[in-house]
Every structure is written in structure tokens, then in C-alpha cells.
């Protein structure tokens, strides 16, 4: 095709058929147009923007572009949930199991992370043996057979977003509402779901600082969601303070476990601190679960679809469907359980301490996310290897009263040296007060 009126268009400011975006996609993934053009495109669709018909055409169009997946009838639902990414965010992990227990299917194509924010495969590669890369047909007949799978996007799905989004990362055009609103809804369309809850967060750590912000980009997915048949929700939440009490992959794994243990939800703060759930994590877990229960019918309010969700949870069977997961994907359980029962499996462990008495303030989690970064824990590129055990737990939170000598943070990093620098560098995540800080809430609004 002749693409670069298509782009001259853009420039201008004008609107593209969707007859000439589906052709423009079908060639470039298809390596016939190459990537300099392309990325002028993208620049000109920063700039310029695209109409909401625009994007629900790009949308499809990289849907299209490779396999989307195909379900049995059945009469459990399709379901799914994403997340825009932040510190700590692990609720992917337990909310995958208790989903398929309050009778989803749950096809949850999950990415990796880069940058401060964390990646659920990432998480999952750090269990011994688990594998994210399923084909297709085992993919669909785990999600039968169990009712959820947790993996890779394959090279077959959506093979148009992975060559866009390469360029966009190295273009300056990632910031775009209809780009990233396109590239996360092409991914979720592909699995044909029923309903889809999105977490979008803001704040320090997170991708979209400001409330307003992240209200745009979720009103632009809830809409073209429910316009494209998915029955789809957005839920604000504050990316601040870190998710729970723990971020690094292998340490959110355990949090995550933790999770999904009946009775852990009310044990007090102190030398069980490990084996606490964090209620903000339980919170958020419960909050998208409950959230999917009224969206596909199964409950008529969010009070009693919390209440549901919330008995399904602390029953074990959550757990149960877990360790089913797990070894249907390949997981050595007894390395997984050796490796569970240690309580830090990184080579050098420091403790962060208080120095004086009051409340914390602040827990700054763009300061830990760029620690456990530079730690290995994270990626400063796609390329970037990273080391699963390295992170932070045992963190305090804003509201949390303190004395000398508690335990602020625990470092895990591959050696003393490095360990110390880290406990250095978060010390200034934290502030402590001589009053309780007001607390703002998790969940600060619902589209």
C-alpha cells in the first residue's frame, strides 16, 4: 500500500477510515511497511489523537492481526482483569484462583515488567518449573479443565501490538491515551471475554500520575470495552504507597500465598508480620472479584458479592485451585514449597530500622520500585535480566506506629555491599510523624 498519504492525513490533523487503519495494520505486521514510517504515524497520532471511532478501528484491527481465542460454550464466564502496573501489585496471583472457585474461566494473558513497574510473568517464572509459554490448544484446555491459566501473550496473539509497542518504546509515543488504550484492549479482546475489570492506578509510581489522568484513560477503555461487546469496569487506585507489604517477584509470590491461607487476615502487626495479608492487598483482590460477580449477573449487589468473595476466599479452596494451577503449568512443587518455607532465599539480607517513635507518614513507592530496580530485581530494558529473589518486604506503612529500632523495610540483594546502599537510598522513602497521617482511600473511584 501507498501509506505515506496516511500519514500525511495524520499530520494534518485528519480522521483515517477504518478500511485504511485495518489495511495499514495488515501490512505492517505483515513486514511491508517499514519502521520509519511507522513510527512517523505513531509521533503524528501523538500529536494529533485519535476519534474514539479511530480507535475502536486500530483496536480490532490488532486483534485481528493474529489468533484470538476460542471457548467451548460453557456456563461459566469468561473473565479477566488488568492492571496499568505499580509497586507491589500482585493481586493477578490470588485473584486468578479465587475467580475460577466462584465459577469463571479466567484466560489471564499477562506481560512482564519494565522499568519500576512489576510484571506477573515475572512473578511467575521465580515458582521452580512453572511456564508461562503455553500454546494455544493447552492454553484453552487448562482454562476448561481448571477454569484458570496464567501465561505469556504467544506469538501468534496479537503480533501487531508486540512490533508497535517496540516502536513506541523507542519513539517517545508510549504517553498516547488511543495507543495505550488500543494495545491493552486489542490484548483482552483477543481472549473473547464475557467481562473485564481494570485496575487503573496514579500516583508517584505509577504510569498515569494524576487522578485525572488515569480517569481519562479509564473512561476511554470502559468505553470502547463495552462498545466492542466486553462487559468492562475501571476501578482508580492510589499507586503512592506501595501494594501490600512486600514488591520484588519471588517476595510478592510469597505475599501472594499468604493471600490465599484462611484466617490470615486478622493477624496482628509483629513478629508474624510475614504471615500477615496486608489489608490493602485483600481489599483490592476482594474489590475485582466483586466487581466481576455483578458485571456477569452472578450477584446483585457489590455488598454481597463481597460478602461471596470474601467466604470463597478464606475457605482454602482458592489455595487448593493455586496448587492445581501450578502443576498443571509445569511447577515443581516440592522446590516450590522448599522455597516457600525459607525466609529469604536472596544472598544478603539488611533491615531498614526506625530511628525514632511516631506513625509513618509516607512510603514512597516510586523510590522502592527504582531500589528494587537497580537491585536486579527489575528491568531497565526488554533485554534486562533480573534476579526473582531480590526486593523489599516487611515494609511499614503510611498509619503504622513505630518505635526505635522497628523494622521499616528488608532488603534481600545479592551481596552486603549492595544491600547497604539500598537501605541507604530508602531510608528517604520514609517519614515518620508525631501524629497519624490521613490516610487517603485505595479505591478512589469507580467508571
Not at 224 to 250: S, Y
Request: aromatic letters at 4%; proline letters at 6%; hydrophobic letters at 45%.
Amino acid at each position: 500500500m501507498n501509506f505515506l498519504p496516511l500519514i500525511e492525513q495524520k499530520r494534518e490533523g485528519k480522521i483515517l477510515a477504518p478500511a485504511e487503519i485495518q489495511s495499514f495494520i495488515r501490512e505492517f505486521t505483515a513486514g511491508k511497511i517499514p519502521d520509519y514510517q511507522m513510527a512517523a504515524l505513531l509521533m503524528a497520532i501523538y500529536f494529533r489523537g485519535l476519534t474514539t471511532a479511530e480507535t475502536t478501528a486500530l483496536t480490532l484491527a490488532m486483534r485481528d492481526s493474529g489468533d484470538v481465542l476460542k471457548f467451548p460454550t460453557d456456563p461459566r464466564p469468561l473473565v479477566d482483569k488488568h492492571s496499568t502496573g505499580g509497586v507491589g501489585d500482585k493481586v493477578s496471583l490470588p485473584l486468578a484462583p479465587l475467580l475460577a472457585c466462584l465459577g469463571f474461566r479466567v484466560p489471564m494473558i499477562s506481560g512482564r515488567g519494565l522499568g519500576i513497574t512489576g510484571g506477573t510473568l515475572d512473578k511467575l517464572d521465580s515458582i521452580p518449573g512453572f511456564q508461562t509459554l503455553l500454546p494455544v490448544p493447552r492454553l484453552t484446555e487448562l482454562v476448561q479443565a481448571i477454569g484458570c491459566v496464567m501465561c505469556g501473550q504467544t506469538d501468534r496473539m496479537v503480533p501487531a501490538d508486540k512490533k508497535l509497542y517496540a516502536l513506541r518504546d523507542a519513539t517517545g509515543t508510549v504517553p498516547s491515551i488511543p495507543l495505550i488504550v488500543a494495545s491493552i484492549l486489542s490484548k483482552k479482546l483477543a481472549e473473547n471475554l464475557h467481562a473485564l475489570i481494570l485496575d487503573v492506578k496514579f500516583g508517584s509510581a505509577a504510569f498515569m500520575q494524576t487522578r485525572e489522568q488515569a480517569r481519562e484513560l479509564a473512561q476511554a477503555m470502559t468505553a470502547l470495552g463495552n462498545e466492542c461487546g466486553v462487559n468492562t469496569r475501571a476501578i482508580l487506585t492510589d499507586m503512592n504507597t506501595p501494594l501490600g507489604r512486600a514488591a520484588g517477584n519471588w517476595l510478592e509470590v510469597k505475599e501472594s500465598v499468604a493471600c490465599l491461607k484462611p484466617g490470615r487476615a486478622d493477624l496482628p502487626v509483629g513478629q508474624d508480620a510475614p504471615q500477615r495479608v496486608p489489608p490493602d492487598l485483600r481489599t483490592l483482590v476482594l474489590t475485582c472479584a466483586a466487581h466481576l460477580l455483578v458485571q456477569t449477573g452472578k450477584a446483585t449487589s457489590l455488598d454481597a458479592a463481597h460478602r461471596q468473595a470474601a467466604a470463597c476466599l478464606d475457605s482454602g479452596a482458592p489455595l487448593a485451585k493455586w496448587h492445581e494451577m501450578l502443576v498443571a503449568q509445569g511447577a515443581d512443587l516440592a522446590a516450590y514449597e522448599k522455597k516457600l518455607a525459607r525466609d529469604h532465599t536472596a544472598p544478603a539480607l539488611v533491615e531498614l530500622r526506625a530511628d525514632r517513635t511516631g506513625c509513618v507518614a509516607r512510603c514512597d513507592a516510586r523510590i522502592l520500585g527504582e531500589v528494587i530496580r537497580d537491585l536486579g530485581g527489575g528491568r531497565l530494558t526488554k533485554e534486562s535480566a533480573i534476579n526473582y529473589d531480590f526486593g523489599v518486604d516487611q515494609l511499614a506503612k503510611p498509619g503504622d506506629s513505630v518505635q526505635p529500632d522497628s523494622v521499616l523495610a528488608r532488603i534481600h540483594a545479592a551481596d552486603a555491599a549492595q544491600a547497604e546502599t539500598a537501605r541507604t537510598r530508602i531510608r528517604a522513602a520514609f517519614e515518620i510523624s508525631d501524629t497519624p497521617p490521613q490516610l487517603p482511600p485505595l479505591i478512589q473511584e469507580v467508571i
